[in-house]
C-alpha cells in the first residue's frame, strides 16, 4: 500500500484542473451571453430613439417640420391642441449604463439622433435591418448612430 501513496492527490488535483477549465469556459459564454443580450437592447431603444424624433418631427403643427431642441422634448410635445409623448421615458444606455447618450446634431443644433458614447467593439457586424445598414463593420457602438433622415420629396 505504501507504493499507492500520492495516487489520489494526482486524481483530485486533475479534477481541480478539469473543473476549472469548464467553469472558465460557463462564465466566457454567460459573459457573451450577456454582451449580446445588452447589444440587442441598444439596438431596440436606438429604434425607440429613432422612432420618436421620426415621430416628433412628423407630427409638427403646419407644415413647418422641426427636430427636437433636446431629448426631454421627446417625453411631451405640446405644438399640437392635443400634446403627444413620442417617448414614455429617456432610456439608459444598455452597453455603458449610463443615462448619458451621445447626441448627433443637425447644422441648426437641433437633435436628429442618438448613439452609444461606448467605445467596445460589437459582436454584431451583420445582419441589421434595412434603416441600419451603415452599422456593418462598425468598429465601436458610438459608431451606432440612430439618425432620423426625412425622405427626400417623392419617396417614402
Same mark, same amino acid.
Given at each position: 500500500? @505504501?507504493?499507492?501513496?500520492?495516487?489520489?492527490?494526482?486524481?483530485?488535483?486533475? &479534477?481541480v484542473a478539469?473543473?476549472? &477549465?469548464?467553469?472558465?469556459? *460557463?462564465l466566457e459564454?454567460t459573459?457573451? /451571453?450577456?454582451?449580446?443580450d445588452?447589444?440587442a437592447?441598444?439596438?431596440?431603444?436606438?429604434? !425607440?430613439y &429613432?422612432? !420618436?424624433i421620426?415621430?416628433?418631427?412628423?407630427?409638427?403643427?403646419?407644415?413647418?417640420?422641426?427636430y427636437?431642441?433636446? +431629448?426631454?422634448? +421627446?417625453?411631451?410635445?405640446?405644438?399640437?391642441? @392635443? #400634446?403627444?409623448? #413620442?417617448l414614455?421615458? &429617456?432610456f439608459r444606455?444598455?452597453?455603458?449604463?449610463?443615462?448619458?447618450?451621445?447626441?448627433?446634431?443637425? *447644422? !441648426?443644433? *437641433?437633435?436628429?439622433g442618438?448613439?452609444? +458614447?461606448? *467605445?467596445?467593439? #460589437?459582436?454584431?457586424?451583420?445582419?441589421?435591418?434595412?434603416e441600419?445598414?451603415?452599422?456593418?463593420? !462598425?468598429q /465601436?457602438?458610438?459608431?451606432?448612430?440612430?439618425?432620423?433622415? #426625412?425622405?427626400?420629396?417623392?419617396?417614402?
Amino acid at each position: 500500500m @505504501r507504493n499507492q501513496s500520492g495516487f489520489s492527490y494526482v486524481i483530485v488535483m486533475f &479534477l481541480v484542473a478539469v473543473l476549472s &477549465l469548464v467553469s472558465v469556459r *460557463a462564465l466566457e459564454s454567460t459573459l457573451t /451571453r450577456e454582451k449580446r443580450d445588452k447589444e440587442a437592447q441598444l439596438l431596440e431603444i436606438g429604434m !425607440a430613439y &429613432l422612432k !420618436a424624433i421620426e415621430q416628433y418631427y412628423n407630427e409638427a403643427p403646419g407644415s413647418a417640420q422641426s427636430y427636437p431642441a433636446e +431629448l426631454d422634448a +421627446l417625453l411631451y410635445d405640446d405644438r399640437l391642441t @392635443r #400634446p403627444q409623448r #413620442p417617448l414614455r421615458k &429617456l432610456f439608459r444606455d444598455p452597453i455603458s449604463g449610463s443615462a448619458e447618450w451621445g447626441v448627433v446634431r443637425n *447644422a !441648426a443644433g *437641433a437633435v436628429i439622433g442618438v448613439h452609444s +458614447l461606448s *467605445a467596445g467593439k #460589437p459582436f454584431k457586424q451583420q445582419g441589421f435591418p434595412a434603416e441600419l445598414q451603415s452599422f456593418a463593420g !462598425a468598429q /465601436r457602438y458610438s459608431d451606432w448612430k440612430f439618425i432620423y433622415q #426625412p425622405p427626400l420629396q417623392g419617396q417614402k
